[in-house]
């Protein structure tokens, strides 16, 4: 059964870069044609796509967000990450990993992770 | 990018149909056949209910179904239950490998 956990720091200052990772288990991130993507929620409100990436290193980003992100992936240790610069408090939020499912990155999150809460604050 | 429209709220009594819209514009939702929804509740994670519009994942109810007309896609609920009230959104591809999301509609069951 395909499992995704992301782990991130928790709290994070204003100005400063966030850096978090997921882990995928019970399958291999490269097997399938599987995109795998982050998606944030700020409490209490919606759903926001943040950036998808391939095995291969293809990525795609959030045009609202691109200037200020990076994605990644190792697909020797089955895991991807993400990376925000300048982390204000409008990007505190629940962050989740997921697999993107359909044809290329065409497809909505079919399998998500319990998502890990960033908070920015000083 | 601006999200997709829903409608921030829908009623519905026991027993009832209900349907909640999605609407976006030619460059995602009427440009591709590549509309997911998703059933949250409170403090859990998102649940795919349905994708490519209308296809719906081994295991979902088929009290859920899903269609699109022009740049609107609806999800229909049959016979409401009480464990359905919950946050639903819509999602889409939107060209160049971008995902966009609905802002979220809360059902609440009467």
Redesign the interface.
């Known amino acids: 059964q395909l499992q995704l956990q992301a782990s991130g720091p928790g709290l994070v200052k204003p100005s400063e870069t966030l850096s978090l990772r997921c882990i995928v288990s019970g399958g291999s991130i490269t097997y399938g044609g599987f995109y795998w993507?982050w998606?944030r929620q700020p409490p209490g409100?919606?759903?926001?796509?943040v950036a998808?990436v391939y095995f291969d290193g293809t990525s795609?980003?959030?045009?609202?967000l691109k200037s200020r992100l990076a994605i990644s992936v190792d697909p020797s240790k089955n895991q991807f990450s993400l990376s925000l610069r300048s982390m204000t408090a409008a990007d505190t939020a629940i962050y989740?990993c997921a697999r993107?499912?359909?044809l290329?990155?065409?497809?909505?999150?079919?399998v998500?992770?319990?998502?890990t809460l960033v908070t920015v604050s000083s | 990018q601006s999200a997709l429209t829903q409608p921030a709220s829908v009623y519905g009594s026991p027993g009832q149909p209900i349907t909640i819209s999605c609407t976006g514009t030619s460059s995602d939702i009427g440009g591709y056949k590549y509309v997911s929804w998703y059933q949250q509740h409170p403090g859990e994670v998102p649940k795919l209910l349905i994708s490519d519009v209308s296809n719906r994942p081994s295991g979902v109810s088929d009290r859920f179904s899903g269609a699109k007309s022009g740049n609107t896609a609806y999800l229909t609920i049959s016979g409401l239950q009480a464990e359905d009230e919950a946050d639903y959104y819509c999602s889409s591809y939107r060209a160049n490998g971008t995902l966009v999301f609905g802002g979220g509609t809360k059902l609440t069951v009467l």
């Open positions: 993507a998606i409100k919606g759903l926001e796509w998808t795609y980003y959030n045009p609202s989740y993107q499912g359909g290329g990155a065409t497809g909505g999150p079919d998500w992770g319990q998502g």
